[in-house]
């Protein structure tokens, strides 16, 4: 990566994105939407969305602006849509969340709203999907095609949200009343099966290389990962769709898709243990050591959903589930890598410019880990701990661990702010002759 570009909104959309973390756990402690509302209400909607293109959509659009152009070894296709990008996903977020308020009674019913923010936000994922798509299609290997099927799970996702959109607002006729009664599971399968999990397993093939010092994966197993992987949300897209067309139900359907989904999650398990075993760096990072975390919560996601499906008790107990994937498994494995980009960027736009010319510190000495572990420790407990209240049906217990959440958040948080700072970098070594201290929230170059 080094002498790769660096992007320069990344860090906009990071705070963007920690900002939106920030407001869903606020909502879960002020017990707005799930589990003190129903799963399908306003209240959950606006919890969920909040989550899945605030916090997890737009984080991973910032880390993929970045990334793309060095899984590829080109460059991005136009940086210049990163900015236009991030205002139209977050105006979109925004109306289409007032949408939801007003479906729900708490704001004046301008529904509207809903199918503005649907239209924003086709139009801010659009930058994104065609700016990536047409930089990793450059050259479509290895990691890149996890990128382009999770891109193409979103414009799925995308499209079953806007039909959902207008279908609230009464302007989608029949067939969007019939998509929207029934396609909710489809478009939640794409967004978090597709569109983050597909994105974020080959990212960190990726990452996991480059921070361990070890092999690339096997392409050909990382190929049966994809394929299982890309099998099974087509089968959920495609044929979900053509079962509802045909008004047969969705049980069947998801069923096969469960099953594939199951084998994609123990086949990149058996990746990720061979990228461990190759590695030549034997002392793990905090964010390695941090991922591993996100790793297991992967598992027991796997684990819980056979065992909910065994017992009969999966739709009672959905809502555990989809936490656990989103909060240990996604947001713990994004949470941990962040902390390392940030600190990777900070790096090369501070003292790239003058290597070699003067003193510079390692990427080790912008953090300090030892303090930084205690805050993903907290974050990681309260999420189990949250998904064990859940299963016992315990919300006030639920909302102790969403504040303990909460708290992790903020201190990881105030490291990233410290890293993007300087503020744990020696001073002989700060800011040598020729370095300039980078900005908070965006890169100068």
Not at 57 to 74: E, H, I, N, R, T
Not at 127 to 151: E, H, K, M, S
Not at 293 to 322: D, I, P, Y
Not at 378 to 390: E, N, P, Q, R, S
């Amino acid at each position: 990566m080094i002498g790769a570009s660096i992007s320069r909104w990344t860090m906009s959309y990071f705070a963007m994105a920690l900002a939106w973390l920030f407001v869903a756990l606020a909502l879960m402690v002020a017990r707005v939407g799930f589990p003190a509302a129903h799963l399908a209400s306003p209240d959950t909607l606006v919890l969920v969305h909040v989550v899945c293109i605030g916090w997890l959509s737009v984080a991973m659009c910032g880390a993929l602006l970045q990334f793309v152009p060095v899984l590829v070894a080109k460059p991005l296709y136009s940086e210049k849509w990163a900015l236009p990008a991030l205002a139209l996903l977050t105006a979109g977020l925004v109306a289409l969340l007032a949408g939801f308020l007003g479906l729900g009674g708490r704001l004046p019913a301008w529904l509207w709203l809903l199918p503005l923010g649907a239209v924003l936000l086709t139009a801010g994922f659009g930058l994104i999907v065609i700016d990536l798509g047409l930089t990793a299609w450059q050259r479509p290997t290895g990691p890149a095609r996890f990128v382009l099927a999770g891109l193409a799970s979103l414009c799925a996702t995308v499209t079953f949200g806007a039909i959902f959109a207008f279908a609230h607002a009464g302007w989608a006729g029949s067939i969007g009343a019939s998509i929207l009664t029934s396609g909710v599971p489809l478009h939640a399968i794409a967004g978090l099966g597709g569109w983050l999990t597909l994105t974020a397993m080959g990212v960190s093939y990726r990452l996991l290389s480059m921070f361990m010092l070890a092999r690339d994966v096997d392409d050909r197993k990382s190929s049966m990962t994809l394929a299982a992987g890309a099998l099974a949300i087509s089968i959920a897209v495609v044929g979900g769709t053509f079962a509802i067309w045909l008004s047969s139900g969705l049980n069947a359907v998801l069923s096969v898709v469960a099953v594939l989904g199951l084998a994609t999650t123990i086949l990149y398990g058996r990746d990720v243990i061979e990228i461990f075993r190759s590695r030549k760096r034997r002392q793990l990072e905090l964010n390695t050591r941090m991922a591993v975390l996100s790793f297991a919560s992967l598992a027991a996601s796997g684990l819980l959903g056979v065992m909910l499906v065994l017992t009969g008790a999966f739709a009672a107990q959905l809502g555990a589930f989809v936490f656990l994937v989103i909060f240990g498994w996604l947001s713990g494995l994004v949470l941990a890598k962040l902390y390392k980009i940030v600190a990777f960027l900070t790096w090369l736009e501070t003292y790239g410019p003058v290597m070699g010319r003067a003193p510079t510190p390692r990427v080790q000495d912008l953090v300090a880990e030892a303090r930084a572990s205690k805050w993903f420790v907290i974050y990681h407990m309260a999420v189990w701990f949250g998904t064990a209240m859940l299963l016992a049906d315990q919300p006030s217990a639920f909302r102790a661990a969403a504040a303990m959440m909460m708290i992790g958040i903020v201190g990881i948080i105030r490291e990233v702010i410290r890293t993007r700072q300087l503020a744990d970098v020696q001073s002989p070594l700060r800011l040598p002759d020729g370095a300039c201290a980078p900005h908070l929230l965006f890169a100068r170059s």
